[in-house]
């Protein structure tokens, strides 16, 4: 400014030269300050991806991102026993996924109830290819990020089903747009002819009683364009955050990797490009955003149906994208549980990869609970050959009965989902797990807590003698502890009864040491077992499993170390 009033007192043309000048050199300081902040941000956005991974390493929930699906149906066989879903869960700890879509699509394969061994080994080989590409998982991320942060810092993730809900409503308006932009078209010409006409060849003001028509008919069509545009303008952040992630995934290079590239094949065609279509919906909501600007928008409109003809193009859009973007959001959402495996495989190099059969049985060296920290957690071996079999699991109060059998049925849905496995060798058989760990009463249903226990272990017992082709594989902690020691003793030796010898093997975790007398009677029946010592006044577990049943117990103890008034008990024996 100063260097352009200096040139003006000395002549036009000096003058108009600074203007000149200075105006290329503000406007490309200008791109060059847009492109610092777009960096600044990308590199934020980059570390804080990175600090995330950091923290699913560590287990630092507070810095793990809350799943954005957590719903799973009620009376899930395992949902809630595995802790497979909703805060601080499997699914939490695994979902890096960019949509709702995707991390719903992560939680329906953690719960799926009956396996798949084709899908799981398919699964595994995608899986395998896709953790080497550390830089394209993250770029997914990134690039999701960034349009977010263009859109204003939107929080969340998207929802395609948003977009699929705005395609399948209201109904096809293209015949009456058609001909509304069809008579408006008309009015606005002869408009323009009258208006020239009057103003050049001095003819009367005809132009009014037209123009009023056009008005009116323009005023008529409202209801359904306003309607329209609401509902799209609304989902703008979506479908730019879509267009983002989905031109990154049209544009990678895929290279050898034949199965990604196999699945990203929806976004690779030419005749249903995502850079096609979603841009040109891009287009005809950036033209219909201009009722944002009431002045021009009205002086547009009364010159040429503006909105009219916008609205047609988007019905028209809508209408290509109703024929692809189910396919698109598909493939995307099966990407992205891929990726939480594949990231999840990433952070976790000593995990690996199970070996899954057609057959029974199931054998484990190292198993670990992937929601233990590193520094806690104790891994264990086991192996269950035949169906028909169990083992009863006895040991003390805290000394890991309840971790050891959601770390067998967790690494199994782990592993069913098309993951890696927190272990150092797993080969497993197919099964449909049912787990009887957490269980709640109801004080809105009438339920005690034995009473829904008991439902719970009829749902098992039903389901174990399902005509099914997979044997089901049970987890049941602390059988019966809803009631007294005598009822609890005969009801457990019953059920226990029931289960062994039917389409199924698992585990079954009791206090009751008179339960693993089973054992003696029934060759199908083993025991294992976990202790814990007391040294310096202090209860100490190991948490190993051992074969054979419990030999102590620690209830006593535990109420004496703790203060309570108990007879005749010495902590030191026992």
Known sequence: LIAAFAGFTMNNTLGWTAVALFALIFIGVARLHGRVKTSLRRHEIWRQIKRTHIARMRLDWDKIPAPSVTDYPEGHPFALDLDLAGERSVHHLLDTAISRGGSARLLDWLLATVPDLEKIQHRQALVRELIPLSAFREKLTLVASMASAKDGGIKGRFDGLRLLRWLEQGGDKTAQLRQALTVLGGLSAVNIVLIALFQFAGIPPLFIGTLAVYALYSAFQWNTLGGLFDDALRLQAELNRLQAVLDYLEHYPYGKNVLLRTLCAPFLEDAARPSRQLGRVGRTLAAASLQRNPVLWITVNLIVPWDVFFAYQLERNKQDLAAVLPRWLDALHELEALIALATF??????????????????????????????????????????????????????????????????????????????????????????????????????????????????????ALKEDNPYPLFFLIDEIFRGTNNRERLIGSRAYIRALVGGNGMGLISTHDLELVKLADEMAQITNDHFKEEVIDGRMVFDYRLRSGPSPTTNALKIMQLEGLPIDDVNPASD
């Open 345 to 462: 495989a990433y952070l976790n190099p000593a995990h690996v990869f199970p070996v899954i059969t057609s057959g029974a049985g199931l054998k484990i060296t190292s198993a670990g609970h992937p929601l233990i920290v590193a520094e806690s957690k104790v891994s264990n071996d086991f192996a269950l050959n035949n169906v028909g079999e169990a083992v009863i699991i006895t040991g003390s109060n805290m000394s890991g009965k309840s971790s050891f059998l959601r770390t067998l049925g967790v690494n199994l849905q782990l592993a069913y989902a098309g993951g890696v496995v927190d272990a150092t060798d797993f080969e497993a058989g197919l099964f449909r797990v049912f787990a009887c760990i957490r269980v709640s009463d109801s004080v809105v249903d009438g339920f005690s807590y034995f009473y829904a226990e008991v439902r719970r272990l009829k749902a098992l017992l039903n």
